[in-house]
Structures are given as structure tokens and as C-alpha cells.
């Protein structure tokens, strides 16, 4: 069984920075996509930033131009580099790899890894 292991949250004051990383715990095959989401207690997990086989960037809103995916290919790692921190970034963040066996698709998640921004 696939496990995606996450690290890097923690603390930081408003304007810091924090990476998120996200590694499978073996080959997991055929990636089509990458994401980190993230959830506030009593709301929804949302998205915030995607990253597709071909190397597209989408990030929600909130985030753009601060917040940057990337992938390490070799090591079927995922990272979040976020700057510029708020103290409305405040969540649990999971990462998510969409894997592709033959024509059906699977999604792999992480355990979460908490990101507080407080003064």
C-alpha cells in the first residue's frame, strides 16, 4: 500500500515562509497530477494549488503569487513553497497524487500536516 508522507508545517508569524513536502513511500507509478489542499476546521478541504503531467500551474486565488507547486520526478515528491504567509493560511494542508493504472485513475492522500500563522 502506497503511503504519501508529509512534512514541513508548523508555526510562522504573518509574512514567513514554510515548504511542504509530500513523498510516496515507493514508486507509485504513473502520476497525471499533483495538489495540495487545505482544510479549516467546519469548512470544506479545498484546493489550492495543482500541478499536471505537463507541468501546468493552477493555484486558487487566495494563493497566487505566493504560493508555488513543483515536483521532483525521480523521487515522486510534491513541495509547496509558501511566502508571504497570512494569518488566514491557517490549516491543515494535504497533498494528493491522482495515479493512473491502465485507463482508471486512483487518488493517493497524505495524513495532513498542520500550517499556523500567528503572530
Known amino acids: 500500500q502506497v503511503q504519501l508522507v508529509e512534512s514541513g508545517g508548523g508555526l510562522v508569524q504573518p509574512g514567513g515562509s514554510l515548504r511542504l513536502s509530500c513523498a510516496a513511500s515507493?514508486?507509485?507509478?504513473?502520476?497525471?497530477?499533483m495538489a495540495w489542499y487545505r482544510q479549516v476546521p467546519g469548512k470544506e478541504r479545498e484546493p489550492v494549488a495543482r500541478?499536471?503531467?505537463?507541468?501546468?500551474?493552477n493555484y486558487t486565488d487566495s494563493v497566487k503569487g505566493r504560493f508555488t507547486i513543483s515536483r521532483n520526478k525521480a523521487r515522486d515528491t510534491v513541495y509547496l513553497q509558501m511566502n508571504s504567509l497570512k494569518i488566514e493560511d491557517t490549516a491543515v494542508y494535504y497533498c494528493?497524487?491522482?495515479?493512473?493504472?491502465?485507463?482508471?485513475?486512483?487518488?493517493?492522500w497524505g495524513q495532513g500536516t498542520q500550517v499556523t500563522v500567528s503572530s
Open positions: 500541478l499536471s503531467i505537463d507541468a501546468t500551474a
Open positions: 494528493k497524487m491522482n495515479v493512473r493504472f491502465g485507463v482508471q485513475f486512483k487518488d493517493y
Open positions: 515507493r514508486n507509485i507509478g504513473s502520476i497525471s497530477a
